[in-house]
């Protein structure tokens, strides 16, 4: 059974910082659809469909029919361990630094037989119930990769150091929340708490608000600390950043600025601005503060930076023009992300985006319902880190939202405008 | 819907014959480039011969360093203008494989004398970077868990069949420690020292159930032999062997989930009647060694013993050159050392020389008729690649 | 090449100036990001605070200089307030930074020290009882006078203490609806300058009219300075203030140095 984590000693400052390696990234281009799956959290395979062949790895034709019509479909993610071997030894320096290492052969259900990590719960074939589940996660190279895990869920599970390194667990790492009096925020602080994170810096970007709510977490839990942090104050962020960024595993950023409001219709674009000034020069302002320490950090033992959080909004992919500004800002800031993954990929950090639907919150007071409670959205953003996703859709609305995207997105682009057009 | 004709008859090898078995001596690492081997690999073939080089109008070449050369570059650079040339990327059945496809064109005409090589270097990242960039499914699905290379792979192999069929690593150090014995009077092996089993049984593991000892040495070489009509060969009084029958098989049973047998057991039973000869009449086999359940899968497959038996059969024989079962007799890639695509000559390469009583210390007496056998490429999670042939000396008729 | 005949009043006051028999006090706050800026309802348009962003540094961005963007309201940090920054002013003439009389830079200050009162009462609001009670002190106001409302807000350092939000909104000291006409019209100031966020009382949106400060004083042509320090500095009569705000078209105020002459004590 898996060790219980260890809380982490206190680093010691005189030795030298590991830095990060990653395990082999290169992929086909068939592949990335099983990154696509597990950046979402799902178990797809190539299903053809004029055979019902399930394909792995991942083909260009069928393997039994030859059909080029090959989908990605959810399919059966349990089998059978034939065989296991524990590398102790590597060519890669990635896994060289981490031997041993435990793979195995998985005889799915679904037909193929697979090569897999294989967790250290997973009983020897021939010793025990060799019944696994494989999930698709990504590893540190931002690929997808197969697990094989003990088929029902064991005590500690997701502590096993494999696993780990396709997780952002926030167990005994420390988080960063960059607007900490937020609803979401407060909500993501209290989750990460709840997770085990060692550490929250709860960011205050309005010291001079009180904050009911805020003070009474802040004294809730010697775990969080109170931090003083504006991102549309270059300075600010700078100073925060020297100040704790060797300690930042998980930057968390809630900062959002969200008006009502079209293009047309108003005399300035002031408030555009200030969304932008939040919403992307923010996300930018805390990238390049953050993000060359977190990099530098992302082997650094067991409480090692692995994750930066974006919380954008399902609008980030259709505008919606009650919003314009908002929504313009919100786009510019997924594109700004996906950025800032490609940049934080080389040293394994993950970027994990959470495109939750309107959530329950002051500037969402004339959205009918469903609106997504913020500790949701918080609930959300854990079990994302805990699962190492990348890509976090929160709520019916945002789902329903990505299906009618992907049937139609003119269609969306006009239903979404018949609010203001009419 | 499949069309239903009767099976047709395979020709025979008839007047064509291999000759001149030649071996540019391995080394650890070299600076060279796999064109260095190759070409110094026909230089031998030619001056082994007594041709001139413009005789030669037939090339087969195998290699995993020659990129991003193939051999159609490989000519220019070795001034051949051949009016036939393939390149045979399959591994460890390259061997067997170019015979076949050499024998064939110099009986149809196309080619009058073919000079099959194979060749690699090594220098100190071949290895690392050949694995990291060995096939499309090894990059997607296999090379990211570890990147144990083929020792992963193999280990996986192994496991599986220790647990199904009851294999020990007694029985897999058996079979290396008789390779040791062999190579030691081979004077090309790199592996110079003598190996117990308990130096076997007590090396450091490298991925679970593989050891030290299960694993060939990445070593830099060349092997080579020419294919021409055994009247060519009279002509140049030079010694041959005939070619009874061979097989190649791709892709085998890729329904079963992990291997425990290869393509030869698909096409055995028409190899020794296509060859006219039984296991029984083999008096030596060179099988494809890059891990020892490779060698007991052949066994099986080519017939010596059922499947799943053989664990049983090594703890029946001795595998030394004089033992009850000649195998291996130039101890093999795991004492030789495994030189690129050349490893999967080494045994057609050492065969030839058993059959041309050219194999010096390791002669195994009386031979008449030898199997080979070659096994490559593990593209996924398997071998994809086998291939066998049964040779007898050319002077026996 | 001979000297011109230099003015002998400029000449003397250059002199006196660098004798250090007048003195020279900077009213001003530095301008950072972290200074506050007045809180407006969130639905409202709200005023940029300062921020800064470095354009080079003697580096790759610039390998021999050092430079900066800087962005801000016309409001923000210690400002200059036109008439036309409020509704009751915007129809006056000159009523803008860039068309205001440039005279209108240089005028007389007094100082009314309320700094006590403040410290007992963040609300407390400066009545005409009080400005004649001053007066018994130290004079009356002469007419074209800025009066500057001596609080001590500027000692407030951090941004919590300085706009002392409560959750009905700011509290701050300022005038009262009676006193701000009463100036304009019995002592003919030139305008009212604070400590504080605002001209007026933080919690000035209660009083009849609203912000009377803002509307009285920009009604009729008078001016504000807000964010202002060291008026502790100050005698209570007889400093020079000169404030020039940048010239901005059509602009409602802007941003400014603000620098008193002094009698040195």
Redesign the interface.
């Known amino acids: 059974m898996t060790e219980p984590l260890a809380k982490p000693k206190k680093k010691n400052p005189v030795q030298r910082t590991r830095l990060a390696t990653l ?6 281009r ?2 990335l659809g099983l990154t696509r799956a597990a950046a979402e959290g799902v178990f797809e395979l190539q299903v053809c469909a004029d055979c019902n062949a399930v394909q ?3 083909r260009e034709v069928c ?1 039994s029919c030859l059909s080029e019509r090959l989908d990605w479909k959810p399919v059966d993610n349990h089998g059978e361990l ?11 320096l ?2 060289r630094e981490r031997l041993p ?1 435990r ?3 998985v ?1 799915m259900n679904a037909g193929p ?5 294989v967790h250290e719960d997973c009983s020897e ?2 010793e025990g119930d060799v019944r696994v589940r494989l999930a698709l996660k990504l ?1 540190r ?1 931002g ?1 997808a ?2 697990h094989a895990l003990p088929e029902k869920d064991t005590p500690n599970m997701n502590d096993s150091p494999q696993l780990r390194e396709s997780t952002c667990d926030p167990e005994f790492r420390r988080v960063l929340v960059t607007d900490g009096k937020s609803a979401v925020g407060m909500g993501v602080a209290k989750a990460m708490l709840e997770a085990g994170a060692s550490t929250v810096f709860l960011c205050d970007s309005s010291t001079w608000k009180t904050v009911p709510a805020f003070d009474a977490l802040v004294a809730s839990d010697e775990r969080i600390q109170a931090v003083e942090l504006d991102v549309t104050d270059t300075d600010s962020v700078d100073r925060l950043a020297a100040s704790i960024g060797g300690k930042v595993d998980i930057l968390v950023n809630t900062a959002a600025h969200m008006r009502d409001g079209g293009i047309v219709g108003r005399k300035d674009i002031n408030l555009a601005r200030d969304a932008m000034e939040v919403n992307v020069l923010g996300l930018m302002r805390l990238a390049q503060a953050f993000g060359p320490g977190m990099s530098f950090r992302a082997a650094d033992g067991t409480n090692n930076a692995v994750a930066w959080v974006n919380v954008l909004s399902i609008h980030a992919f259709a505008a919606l023009p009650e919003r314009g500004a908002w929504s313009a800002s919100i786009a510019a800031a997924l594109s700004a992300s996906q950025t800032l993954r490609a940049e934080l990929r080389g040293a394994g950090v993950r970027v994990m985006n959470v495109f939750p639907g309107p959530i329950d919150e002051e500037w969402e007071q004339l959205t009918p319902p469903p609106k997504l409670a913020p500790s949701a959205v918080a609930k959300a953003i854990v079990k994302g880190l805990q699962e190492g996703l990348e890509d976090v859709y929160v709520g019916d609305i945002a789902e329903e939202l990505r299906a009618r995207l992907r049937e139609n997105r003119k269609a969306v682009e006009r239903e979404l405008g018949d609010s203001v057009g009419n | 819907m499949s069309l239903t004709l009767p099976p047709r008859p395979r020709l025979g090898y008839d007047g064509v014959v291999a000759a001149v078995p030649v071996t540019i001596p391995y080394v650890r690492y070299s600076t060279h480039s796999a064109h260095w081997w190759l070409g110094r690999a026909l230089a031998e073939l030619i001056r082994g011969a007594g041709l001139a080089k413009s005789d030669v109008d037939g090339v087969c070449v195998s290699s995993f360093t020659l990129g991003p050369d193939t051999a159609v570059g490989l000519m220019q650079h070795l001034g051949m203008s051949p009016r036939w040339l393939d390149h045979i990327p399959m591994g460890g059945a390259s061997g067997v494989v170019a015979l076949r496809r050499a024998a064939r064109a110099v009986q149809a005409g196309d080619a009058e004398i073919v000079a099959c090589i194979a060749g690699d270097t090594n220098h100190v990242d071949s ?2 970077n050949t ?2 960039q060995f096939s ?2 090894a ?11 083929p ?3 193999f ?3 192994t ?2 069949y220790m ?1 199904q069929y009851g294999a020990t690593r007694e029985d897999f150090g058996k079979l290396c420690v008789a390779q040791r014995d062999n190579a030691l009077k081979n004077p090309h092996a790199l592996m110079k020292k003598p190996l117990t089993l308990a130096q076997y049984l007590e090396a ?7 050891h030290l000892f299960d694993c060939v040495m990445p070593c830099a070489g060349a092997e080579g032999y020419l294919v021409m009509t055994e009247e060519r060969a009279r002509a140049l009084k030079l010694p041959m062997v005939r070619i009874r029958s061979t097989i190649e098989r791709h892709n085998a049973f ?1 329904e079963d ?2 291997q425990f047998r290869g393509g030869w057991a698909m096409d055995r039973d028409a190899l020794y009647e296509h060859a006219g000869v039984a296991p029984a009449d083999v008096d030596f086999v060179e099988t494809y060694d890059d891990y020892p359940v490779i060698n007991m899968l052949q066994f099986e497959d080519l017939g010596f013993c059922a499947k799943g038996e053989g664990p049983t059969f090594v703890r029946e024989h001795r595998f030394t050159i004089d033992g009850s079962f000649p195998f291996n007799t130039s101890g093999g890639q795991l004492s030789v050392g495994q030189a690129g695509a050349a490893g999967g000559y080494l045994g057609l390469v050492q065969a030839l020389r058993q059959l041309t009583g050219r194999a010096g210390d390791t002669q195994v007496q009386g031979a008449r008729i030898g199997l080979v056998s070659g096994f490559g490429m593990i593209n ?2 398997r071998g994809l690649c086998s291939g066998a042939a049964v040779l007898e000396r050319g002077d026996v008729r | 090449m001979t000297n011109p005949i230099p003015n002998p009043i400029l000449s003397q006051f250059l002199a006196e100036l660098l004798s250090g028999r007048l003195k020279l006090v900077d009213l001003t706050q530095t301008l950072t990001p972290e200074f506050p800026i007045i809180q407006l309802p969130p639905e409202f348009g709200q005023p940029w605070p300062f921020r800064i962003e470095e354009i080079s540094r003697y580096d790759e961005r610039g390998p021999a200089w050092y430079w900066n963007n800087f962005s801000m309201s016309e409001h923000t940090g210690t400002h200059f307030d036109a008439p036309i920054h409020w509704v009751s002013g915007k129809d006056l003439p000159d009523n803008a930074v860039d068309s205001l009389p440039i005279e209108h830079c240089i005028a007389a200050a007094c100082v009314i020290d309320v700094s006590q009162e403040a410290a007992a009462n963040p609300d407390f609001l400066l009545t005409i009882e009080h400005v004649k009670a001053w007066e018994d002190k130290h004079g009356s106001i002469p007419e074209r006078s800025w009066v500057l409302l001596r609080t001590d807000w500027s000692k407030r350092t951090t941004p919590k203490e300085y706009l002392n939000m409560a959750a009905d909104g700011a509290h701050s000291p300022g005038p009262d609806a009676e006193v701000v006409p009463w100036l304009i019209r019995e002592r003919k100031v030139h305008g009212f300058g604070t400590e504080s966020i605002g001209t007026d009382a933080g919690q000035a949106h209660h009083l009849n009219p609203p912000y009377p400060c803002h509307y009285y004083m920009h009604g009729n042509s008078r001016y504000g300075l807000q964010c202002l320090t060291n008026l502790d500095q100050l005698p209570a009569q007889g400093a020079v203030i000169f404030a020039a705000p940048l010239k901005i078209r059509n602009g409602s105020g802007s941003p400014l140095r603000v620098l008193a002459l002094t009698p040195a004590q």
């Not at chain 1, 034939?82 to 890669?92: F, G």
């Not at chain 1, 037989?113 to 990590?117: D, P, Q, R």
């Not at chain 2, 450091?204 to 593989?210: C, H, K, M």
Request: avoid cysteine.
């Open positions: 395990p082999p990234g290169p992929r086909s068939a592949a792995y790895p991942p393997g034939i065989a296991t071997t524990t590398l102790r030894h590597s060519n890669d990635y896994f290492w793979v195995g052969t005889k037989s697979v090569v897999a990590h074939p021939g590893d190279s690929q990769v197969l | 290895f690392r694995v990291s499309r499914f990059q997607d699905a296999v090379y990211p868990y570890g990147a144990g290379g020792n992963a792979s280990a996986l192999l496991d599986h647990h450091r593991p490298i991925t679970d159930p593989i890729p989930p992990i996924y999670d």
